[in-house]
């Protein structure tokens, strides 16, 4: 069975989601005034690895990711540009798609823009508001953290050491640690009408709305950055708690390490960052989708160029058998060596390790393990029939393909069809350049006319010859 690391009681646990096979994950999603950096990127894909995996386990998943576009840099940046909030988030949020789908993230089934949620927060807060967990003060909004008996439970921190930290500080709070649900003091140049002012819905009770207002009562997994625990965790399980009234709303809270670079968080704020889409014009998806399984989810990721070249040649190992099963499989040969290969020991250590805390790392060395194993297998047999071939194909199908989104053997194969019908064109390029020294012009013509018979147009300037394909 599934065991993963739940953060509130710092112990890995049974996964059992509250209503099986159903799964509903949130997941704290982008501030949407720029583009996603690595940092981002592996908290999506990290979810988008462990969706993979429950799906394979017969789990149906939910994941929810709130775009925040309410946000003092939201707001200032608009400002900067001169332009309304609404447009430039729509923008980064179809950017941040777009990352998404080159990162081969295919698993997140809702987006949930806070901005579209404001009347349901003006509705939450006046709730809060009515059964005294929150009060007016300073002509804001705050809730009383008093009122919830475990409050920084995720963060484990007691109630002296939150008193410590200066959290949106107002002269008439309650309590030092009491948190802003609603800013009527500050003026953004943007704010939304609310039955205690107009203002500005602040960034805790955000999430919580979204949460609520799709999933209700209960979730099972809640997820982001670590660095997410205080004060934003801690605030959103006590809105949580005080919205319905349940002690247990949340049933993991599942963090994912931060990403450095040469040393540094990787942030926009220290200007460390590499987009996304920078790291992927020199490396492919499953090259990152590759060096981020390699580490696991828990812990820091150093990001480096020499992490990512490791990775690719990682790959390289795993293409190149690919490409032999694809060609074996083509020739379906039937008679010949049939190797006596225990598939089964390679799918138990994969799983074993997956369901240890989703053990990436582990699952990676599972695939290599077969990878070596296979290619020894086929060195010392000759003439290995089809069934071996599918059989290998099968396995890497269910956890490279299928789980980690390192492989695509329809990819492959197209490419392969493709560099072999490039590198035919260019052979022939080169006969008829000889041919033409030759002063064998008749033969130049003959393969000029056949390609373009093919759909090849040759085009011959001063020092080389060029082609395009027109049609296939």
């Known amino acids: 069975m599934l065991k993963l690391f739940n953060s509130f009681s710092e112990e890995k646990e049974d996964f059992e989601p509250f209503d099986k096979p159903d799964v509903k994950i949130f997941i704290c999603g982008p501030t949407l005034y720029d583009y996603t950096h690595l940092g981002h990127a592996r908290i999506f894909l990290t979810y988008d690895l ?3 995996y429950l ?14 576009d309410i946000n003092q840099s ?16 729509r923008f980064y949020s179809d950017e941040f798609t777009k990352d998404l789908n080159f990162l081969n993230i295919n698993t997140i089934t809702r987006l949930a823009h806070v901005s579209d949620y404001v009347p349901n927060i003006v509705k939450h807060i006046s709730h809060l508001m009515k059964n005294k967990h929150a009060y007016s003060a300073n002509g804001n909004i705050y809730f009383d953290t008093q009122t919830i008996k475990d409050y920084g439970k995720i963060s484990k921190q007691s109630r002296e050491q939150l008193q410590l930290h200066r959290l949106d500080i107002g002269p008439n709070k309650k309590n030092p640690e009491d948190f802003m649900l609603w800013n009527c003091s500050e003026d953004f140049g943007f704010s939304w009408n609310g039955e205690f002012g107009n203002g500005v819905p602040w960034w805790h009770i955000q999430d919580t709305t979204v949460a609520f207002e799709n999933f209700g009562l209960h979730y099972d ?32 809270w599942m963090y994912i390490g931060l990403v450095f670079s040469k040393g540094e968080k990787m942030s926009k704020s220290l200007g460390n960052f590499f987009t996304a889409r920078d790291v992927l ?15 696991h989810y828990k812990g820091p990721l150093n990001f480096s160029d020499e992490l990512l070249s490791a990775a690719e040649k990682g790959l390289e190992k795993l293409n190149n058998l690919a490409l032999k099963i694809n060609d074996e499989i083509k020739l379906n040969r039937q008679k010949g060596s049939s190797p006596d290969f225990d598939f089964e020991k390679y799918l138990i250590a994969f799983t074993n390790a997956m369901d240890d805390d989703f053990n990436t790392p582990q699952g990676i060395a599972a695939i290599f393990d077969l990878v070596k194993d296979v290619n020894r297998t086929i060195a010392e047999n000759e003439y290995v029939i089809a069934e071996f071939y599918l059989s290998v194909k099968a396995f890497l199908k269910k956890t490279a393909s299928d789980v980690f989104g390192i492989l695509d053997f329809d990819k492959l194969s197209q490419t392969s069809d493709d560099k072999l019908e490039g590198d035919l064109i260019e052979l022939l390029i080169k006969l008829r350049t000889d041919a033409k020294k030759e002063k064998n012009y008749a033969l130049a013509d003959k393969i000029r006319s056949e390609l373009n018979n093919l759909g090849v147009i040759l085009e011959d300037s001063k020092d080389r010859t060029i082609y395009k394909i027109t049609n296939k």
Request: a positive charge.
């Open 221 to 252: 997994i809640h997820g982001g950055a670590k660095e997410l625990a205080y004060p934003h965790h801690d605030a959103h399980l006590a809105q949580y708690k005080a919205m319905t009234g349940t002690e247990n709303p949340v049933k993991r």
């Open 74 to 89: 939201v707001f200032n940046k608009a400002l900067d540009q001169q332009t309304d909030y609404y447009t430039l988030t």
């Open 281 to 295: 014009k020199k490396y492919s998806a499953e090259t990152i989708r590759m060096l981020f399984a390699q580490t």
């Open 55 to 68: 799906k394979s386990q017969d789990f149906k998943t939910d994941v929810l990711v709130n775009m925040t």
């Open 50 to 52: 462990l969706c993979r």
